[in-house]
């Protein structure tokens, strides 16, 4: 088949996936597109290089120097979004009051510019990945936030996964990358190197298995039965393109993903409220002393296909460990691969713009004081994704499975900030307050909406119930 007449049946296959998507809401807003382009952009590349033809080369000078073009797509992203929220009478003050350890994080990290060799690239980077919660809270705060989601990752996984074959196959100039050092073939699809394909392939997997998961108990429907169809078709390509890119981590955290999600949503551990506020920590602190504690790296490298330093990554954590930072303050938000300390990590190990270690990156940029505030924050976020009730109980399982999965991966990849799993987990684990039209249905005979608290509630299916305060006028 010609490249050509490739690219004509992709692009009948996505509209055919797009108007006849069997699990089509015909009430779906069109503001989920804001953060359908932004995700699309941070999954795959930014705007400058698909305009560029799709030049992986280009983006050493983008991130370091912005790009007007970049610039003003996310600027027009960002005061999209905003005008959503403020449509949807968002309670702004409601909402940093209950994700206060996030808040107390982003403010830290902006005023970390103000230590910054580079401060005003540092407040750029800050604005620009504060997009990411804006794009997550325009979903969560749709009437229905469950559907919402599901159709925001639906279009992503129609977009990015046909279209990354696709451009493996039939346009290898943009979709293969070549090593510079070694001519290694590189399989790179729609995103912007072998690693970011792999995280696509990873995130876009965990949702489409919750999906079909979810949707199972419907499955003998005709609209249930494709539905299903469609997300395995979908999962065996993404299965296809996980192979071709040979990304170990994405790999392993997906089976971690696939167990976990399974787990979740057995009827055993429904049944036990507990025990199941317990799996995800248990797996996410066994596999660190299994690697680390008890010295399994070696065997666990080999059983991935990968060598005891993991591709130099231990060398490359040593070495940046003994780099001359500040340790209690960082360098300054997203400031470390900037300037002379690029070029001392380029002269040892060639170009790079990541640790490969998503803690050791925030104590770079942020330091001690950073890594302890964005642990609180985590801590807090995996009782959000708990306590998950109303019309966010779907995404339960999925923000549990993706909180485990995002702190397994940043072991070896830095995935906190600019990163599809990282907005996915947001989803799955930002608490918002009632809305409007929520709060109605809340409200009964003049009762007042004063505030949240966090309660356990022990009933099969249900656990640490997020529930209004209600106070009878």
């Known amino acids: ?35 359908v382009t932004w995700m699309f952009i941070v999954a795959s590349r930014l705007p400058s290089q698909w305009l560029g033809g799709g030049r992986t080369d280009l983006v050493n ?69 504060i997009g990411n919660y804006l794009a997550a809270l325009v ?16 279009r992503l996984c129609y977009l990015l996964i046909p279209l990354s074959i696709l451009l493996i196959k039939y346009f290898r100039a943009i979709g293969l990358f070549y090593n510079s050092w070694t001519g290694e073939e590189l399989c790179i699809g729609a ?13 876009t997997s965990i949702f489409l298995l919750w999906d079909i998961l979810t949707t199972w108990p419907r499955r003998h429907t005709s609209t249930g ?64 002393i299994l690697f680390f504690g008890l010295n399994f790296r070696a065997e666990i490298a080999g059983a ?42 380029a002269n040892q190990f060639g170009y790079l713009n990541e640790a490969h270690d998503g803690y050791l990156e925030i104590y770079l940029n942020l330091g001690i004081v950073g890594l302890v505030l964005f642990a609180a924050f985590l801590i807090v976020s995996y009782r959000s994704a708990l306590g998950r009730s109303g019309q966010l109980a779907p995404l339960r399982s999925l923000g549990i499975t993706l909180w485990s999965v995002l702190l397994i991966y940043n072991v070896t990849e830095a995935a906190f900030s600019w990163s599809l799993i990282w907005i996915m987990f947001l989803l799955g684990s930002l608490a918002v307050p009632l809305q409007a039209p929520e709060l109605e249905n809340t409200l009964d ?29």
């Open 225 to 288: 039965r494709r539905r299903v169809l469609v997300n395995a078709t979908l999962f065996a390509m993404n299965l296809w393109l996980l192979h071709r890119a040979h990304s170990a981590t994405s790999g392993t955290c997906l089976l971690l993903g696939i167990v976990i999600l399974v787990a979740v949503n057995s009827s055993a551990l429904r049944r036990r409220p507990r025990l199941l506020a317990l799996l995800a920590p248990t797996c996410v602190l066994l596999c660190p």
């Open 304 to 345: 991935v296909g990968r060598d005891p330093t993991l591709t130099e990554r231990t060398q490359i954590w040593d070495f940046l460990t003994n780099m001359k930072t500040d340790p209690i303050l960082g360098t300054g938000y997203d400031s470390f691969w900037l300037g002379s300390r690029l070029q001392t990590v």
């Open 139 to 154: 979903v969560l705060t749709h009437p229905d936030p469950s559907e919402a989601l599901r159709t925001v990752l639906r």
């Open 191 to 203: 995103a912007s190197s072998k690693n970011s394909l792999g995280a696509l392939c990873l995130g």
């Open 445 to 473: 005979n003049g009762a007042l909406y004063v505030d949240w608290v966090q309660t356990t509630e022990e009933q099969p299916g249900s656990f640490l119930l997020a529930e209004p305060i209600l106070t009878n006028l």
């Open 1 to 35: 088949m010609s490249p050509s007449l490739a690219l004509f049946v992709w692009l009948i296959f996505l509209l055919g996936l797009l108007l006849f998507d069997p699990a089509k809401e015909p009430a779906t807003s069109w503001a989920l597109w804001v953060p």
């Open 61 to 129: 000078q983008a991130l370091e120097e912005g790009n007007s073009t970049d610039r003003s797509i996310f600027i027009i992203l960002i005061t999209l979004s905003i005008a959503i929220l403020w449509s949807r009478s968002f309670q702004w003050r409601s909402f940093l009051t209950l994700n206060a350890a996030l808040t107390v994080f982003l403010l830290f990290a902006a005023v970390s510019a103000c230590w910054s060799d580079f401060p005003f690239i540092s407040s750029k980077r800050w604005f620009r990945d």
